[in-house]
């Protein structure tokens, strides 16, 4: 699944991936009104205006990007039907030709990891039968329980030639209250990427790991010595756009080929219409917002890209 | 919620929770035959199987025991149908009077950490409408993202007087890959165990504040420090019975009040049919044996606070 995630990046030029994560607000008020007017303000209601924004978007912007990036927790938080519209969406993606990244940051141990393993990545097994479930692509795993939290996720990606991006070093301001703790001198995160690196080494694609880690665009300098530690782990770098980062931030995360790095967008490409920069799109066109602002997002990270050879 | 925690073990003189992390393997044949019978070898079949062999573990348990703690990754590798026996699952707690801990180890940041405590502790609000989705009394929580994981989870646990349990040691062989490195001398848990007593500080019932940490019962030197760091917080303890933890081990996981502390197993009660111990039942009364099994983990863990007072 590297191989495909590397080759649509080379394809779109786009080392980009948006982030799926619909909240109720975002939702523009004709779809929620169409929704509420069919399964009334209940979480069948939320779960079919979340999944048709989604599908708009997905349809307006797939033709321009390698993957997306569903967070769970948006869909979880409205139960068993949320989550319904978390499945259709990871399915329609796939129909699409996109790349689909869980961002589900799973982790425990054991069969339990095994567990959210087969649901996320693999296949369960029911009597005479094996059956795929959520089926997403790649997973993001936390890594607080150690190597024992991992290894189930890493032998069904091995199996199912799927991947997984670890978190190493969180965009959020207070990541460093125990990511930056001092270890001999060293942050826990760079032991956290040596790790990685390490995990990854023996499920190599042909020039990249299926292992890979997430490292926020707000922290560009950990970034580039990150990228060092980690060779061949790709690096999945939320924070960009909303939470701050800008494409000049992120040259560092790519090694000189170019690639090793895939920058999210969530908010600032689902919710561009709320914008000034895409107002006048209109909530009606929100879905040709969130293009223009993929559209912008591309030429801010490959400008930079150009900038930095 | 912490109050109810403490009253029911003070009735039950039972500090123990009892794990409800079913595996298709520990289901007597008898009721995947039933259930494969009416829905097929199917996510539905093996959602049934769960849900049913859960209800007689319940049913033979439920008046021994003050909590549950349904493992979410066992359900959620059977995708949506495999939710929905969880869901059942904790709804069924909840009429028979159990206090239910989720065990979900969610953790993420901002407002994606606020719609997991949303599904799972809280209420959504949707149009003007509010719902409670998965509605557990507990959650567990990673903390490795730092305050901005955990604040969303603690507002909602205000709102709701729901509550926490933060992994700080967990029972894992390699939970010391990170949490023991050493920060001026001393592990990482350490310092997360900090965090657990100021995140719990202002979030105080009676005599404990409703955010707890989570400290493996295979690690009870660790326990002992951890207690002393975090007073007033509850220690959830897995790692008891089948991956190790003896009652004797664990009287320094409590307070010399008796409290502070509640001990998990999961496939040393559920699947106790499974042990010579309690073969002698037989698969069709392997509620029966999970009832003997509850029994004798209470006499084990009440005999070794007796003995140590």
Known sequence: MIHTLIEKIQKTHAPIVVGLDPMLSYVPQHILDKAFAEFGETPEGAAEAIWKYNKGIIDAVYDLIPAVKPQIAMYEQFGIEGLKAFQKTVDYCHEKGLVVIGDVK????????????????????????????????????????????????????????????????????????????????????????????????????????????????????????????????????????????????????????????IVNSSRGIIAAYKQEQYASFGALNYADASRQAVVDMIADIDGALQAAK
Chains 1, 2 share one sequence.
């Open 106 to 261: 799973r982790g425990d141990i054991g069969s339990t990891s095994a567990a959210y393993a087969t649901g996320h990545l693999g296949k369960v097994q029911i009597g005479s039968k094996a059956f795929s479930t959520f089926n997403e692509d790649f997973a993001t795993v936390n890594p607080y329980l150690g190597t024992d939290g991992i290894k189930p996720f890493v032998d069904v990606c091995k199996e199912e030639k799927k991947g997984l991006f670890i978190l190493v070093k969180t965009s959020n301001p207070s990541s460093g209250e125990f990511q930056d703790r001092l270890i001999d001198g060293r942050p826990l995160y760079e032991y956290v990427g040596e790790k990685v690196a390490q995990w990854g080494a023996d499920c190599m694609g042909d020039s990249y790991s299926y292992i890979g880690a997430v490292v926020g665009a707000t922290y560009p300098k950990q970034g580039e010595i990150l990228r060092k530690l980690m060779p061949k782990s790709f690096i999945l770098v939320p924070g960009y756009g909303a939470q701050g980062g800008k494409g000049a931030d992120l040259v560092h995360f790519f090694n000189d080929d170019g690639l090793g790095a």
